[in-house]
C-alpha cells in the first residue's frame, strides 16, 4: 500500500464550481498533513496546512482532515481557470521515527472557463 | 521568490560529466531536503540535513553526493549520471525537522544526455 494515494485525474470541474481533491495516507500516526499546488514546470507552492481533525479554511481553499478515516481533502470554491494545476498531499508519517513529508502522485485539476 | 534559491535552473549533462546543483535559503530554516521528481512519480526524498547534519539518505546511489556546510546551503554533486537521473530536482527547508511546512526552491531541472 502506498504511503500517501491520491487519484490523478484530471479532475474537470467548470469555472466557479467547488473543486475537491482528495487524500489518504497508511501511517496512522500521523500527525501533520499538507496541500502543495504546482503548475507545470513549476515547484510545489504551499497552500494549507492542518494538523486537527475538522475543517481549516483559508479563503477559497478548505482543508478537511478525518485521522480517524486517515483521509484529508481540499475543497477549491469558486473554481478559476488559474487553479488548474496539480495539488499534491504531503504528510509527515510520525510513527516512522523519521521526520520527513511523504507526497502523493498529486491530482490534476481542469478549470473549465 | 520563496526564500529558497537554486541554480542552476536549467542543467544538460553528459554521463561522465561532474555537476553540482545549489540551494541557499533566506529563511532562518534548520531543516533542508533533496527531492526528486520524475514523471509521473510522486516526489522522492533523497536527503534531510538538520543543523547541516545528514538525517537521512534515502537509498540514494553514491554518484549523488550531497553536501551541507551550514543551515543556509546545501549542494548535490553529480557524477557519472545516468540518463534516467533526468529529472527537476526540488531543495526545500522548514523551520525544523518534519514539524511545520516546507518550502521548495524553483528547481533545477537535469537532462543527462
Known amino acids: 500500500q502506498k504511503e500517501v494515494e491520491q487519484n490523478s485525474g484530471p479532475l474537470s470541474v467548470p469555472e466557479g464550481a467547488i473543486a475537491s481533491l482528495n487524500c489518504t495516507y497508511s501511517d496512522r500516526g500521523s500527525q501533520s498533513f499538507f496541500w502543495y499546488r504546482q503548475y507545470s514546470g513549476k515547484s510545489p507552492e504551499l497552500i494549507m496546512s492542518i494538523y486537527s481533525n475538522g475543517d481549516k479554511e483559508d479563503g477559497r481553499f478548505t482543508a478537511q482532515l478525518n485521522k480517524a478515516s486517515q483521509y484529508v481533502s481540499l475543497l477549491i470554491r469558486d473554481s478559476q481557470p488559474s487553479d488548474s494545476a496539480t495539488y499534491l498531499c504531503?504528510?509527515?508519517?510520525w510513527g516512522s521515527g523519521t521526520y520527513k513529508y511523504i507526497f502523493g502522485t498529486g491530482t490534476r485539476l481542469k478549470v473549465l472557463a | 521568490e520563496t526564500g529558497v534559491t537554486q541554480t542552476p535552473r536549467h542543467l544538460v549533462m553528459g554521463m561522465t560529466n561532474k555537476k553540482s546543483l545549489k540551494c541557499e535559503q533566506h529563511l532562518g530554516h534548520n531543516a533542508m531536503y533533496w527531492y526528486k521528481q520524475s514523471a509521473k512519480k510522486p516526489l522522492e526524498l533523497m536527503f534531510v540535513y538538520n543543523f547541516k547534519e545528514q538525517t537521512e539518505n534515502n537509498s540514494v546511489p553514491s554518484r549523488f553526493s550531497p553536501e551541507c556546510p551550514n543551515s543556509s546551503h546545501l549542494f548535490l554533486h553529480l557524477h557519472t549520471l545516468q540518463p534516467e537521473d533526468s529529472a527537476l530536482y526540488l531543495c526545500?527547508?522548514?523551520?525544523?525537522?518534519?514539524?511545520?511546512?516546507?518550502?521548495f526552491g524553483q528547481g533545477t531541472r537535469l537532462t543527462v544526455v
Open positions: 526545500a527547508s522548514s523551520p525544523s525537522l518534519g514539524t511545520t511546512e516546507a518550502f
Open positions: 504531503a504528510v509527515i508519517p
